[in-house]
T-cell receptor, first 116, second 116 residues
Framework: AQKITQTQPGMFVQEKEAVTLDCTYD???????LFWYKQPSSGEMIFLIY??????QNATEGRYSLNFQKARKSANLVISASQLGDSAMYFC?????????????FGRGTSLIVHP | DTAVSQTPKYLVTQMGNDKSIKCEQN?????MYWYKQDSKKFLKIMFS???????INETVPNRFSPKSPDKAHLNLHINSLELGDSAVYFC???????????????FGPGTRLLVL
């Protein structure tokens, strides 16, 4: 069963607008971590943001924020004020804690294109 | 300074050959990983080592053999290469602490392997 689901294969957004990339996850472990990575066309994987399952507040890192809705098991990435350089693949990932496997699992990614 | 480095960046070889990919991290992390990213961008973990000890070994053909001479290095050796091995291989590292679900992985630039 897929543990991380990214339902949007591709998204388009206009420069300077905000965009939300969806991610839902499946786990029965009460302790887990959620991550977002960016992969530009150059190929490297860049860590963006982390959210812990016990964190009370949504994580934020500059223009990136994570809309964490635990009951719905969703961890959507919000990019504010999109820039042309944000065009890339974005991957959501999860790592379970002591009750799970510790094996990091990735979603299939969302391709974001920012147009002027 | 490069945090996680891989060599070579590109590898083109014939079916049946044996090849190695090297990975080094200078972050002082205890845990290193190998991932395979296929042509559809799906990222899947292959192996993980913690302090030179194998801790994750996903369903990978035994033609793939990781070797960790010390905790800063994790090399991947592939015997009898097949067409289906063509992919991008990423090395990653993280600093493991007891709450391992919170550990962020930092990725190398990837090695693009093409088997002809």
């Amino acid at each position: 069963a897929q543990k991380i689901t990214q339902t949007q294969p591709g998204m388009f957004v206009q420069e300077k607008e905000a965009v939300t990339l969806d991610c839902t996850y499946d786990t029965s472990d009460p302790s887990y971590g959620l991550f977002w990575y960016k992969q530009p066309s150059s190929g490297e994987m860049i860590f963006l943001i982390y959210q812990g399952s016990y964190d009370q507040q949504n994580a934020t890192e500059g223009r990136y924020s994570l809309n964490f809705q635990k009951a719905r098991k969703s961890a959507n990435l919000v990019i504010s004020a999109s820039q042309l350089g944000d065009s890339a693949m974005y991957f959501c990932a999860m790592r379970e804690g002591p009750g799970g496997s510790y094996i990091p699992t990735f979603g299939r990614g969302t391709s974001l294109i920012v147009h002027p | 300074d490069t945090a996680v480095s891989q060599t070579p960046k590109y590898l083109v070889t014939q079916m049946g050959n044996d090849k190695s990919i090297k990975c080094e991290q200078n972050l002082g992390h205890d845990t290193m990983y190998w991932y395979k990213q296929d042509s559809k961008k799906f990222l899947k973990i292959m192996f993980s080592y913690n302090n030179k000890e194998l801790i994750i070994n996903e369903t990978v053909p035994n033609r793939f053999s990781p070797k960790s001479p010390d905790k800063a290095h994790l090399n991947l050796h592939i015997n009898s290469l097949e067409l289906g091995d063509s992919a991008v291989y990423f090395c990653a590292s993280s600093q493991e602490v007891p709450f391992r679900d919170s550990e962020t992985q930092y990725f190398g630039p990837g090695t693009r392997l093409l088997v002809l």
